[in-house]
Nanobody, 118 residues
Framework: QVQLVESGGGVVQAGGSLRLSCAVS????????MGWFRQAPGKEREFVAS????????YYADSVKGRFTISRDNANNTVYLQTNRLKPEDTAVYYC???????????WGQGTQVTVSS
C-alpha cells in the first residue's frame, strides 16, 4: 500500500510563493516518477510538473515553466513543488501523484488548496 500526503497549500497574494510537499510512504521501492497536478473549479485536472525518481529529470507544463520548480528528496521519500510568482490563475487544488511499478500515475494524494488573490 502506498500513501501520499500533501501539505503546504494556503492563501497568498499574486506574486508570492508557496512550497508544497508530498510525503510518500509504503511500498515505494519501484517508484518511476512523481508528479504534481492541479484542478481549478469547473476545469479538468491538468499536469503541472513531474520528476523521474532515479534520474531526477524534470518536466513542466508551459504555464508554470520558469516559475515552478519540482524537486525530490529520495532519502525521505518526499517531493516538493516550489511555486514562485504565483498568479490568480494558479488557484486550484494541487494533487501529488506517483507512478510506481510502471509509468502510469497510479497513486494520488488527497490534494492541497492553493488560492492566489489578486
Amino acid at each position: 500500500q502506498v500513501q501520499l500526503v500533501e501539505s503546504g497549500g494556503g492563501v497568498v497574494q499574486a506574486g508570492g510563493s508557496l512550497r508544497l510537499s508530498c510525503a510518500v510512504s509504503g511500498r515505494t521501492s519501484r517508484t518511476y516518477a512523481m508528479g504534481w497536478f492541479r484542478q481549478a473549479p469547473g476545469k479538468e485536472r491538468e499536469f503541472v510538473a513531474s520528476i523521474r525518481w532515479s534520474a531526477g529529470s524534470a518536466y513542466y507544463a508551459d504555464s508554470v515553466k520558469g516559475r515552478f520548480t519540482i524537486s525530490r528528496d529520495n532519502a525521505n521519500n518526499t517531493v516538493y513543488l516550489q511555486t514562485n510568482r504565483l498568479k490568480p490563475e494558479d488557484t486550484a487544488v494541487y494533487y501529488c501523484a506517483a507512478a510506481i511499478n510502471g509509468i502510469r500515475w497510479n497513486y494520488w494524494g488527497q490534494g492541497t488548496q492553493v488560492t492566489v488573490s489578486s
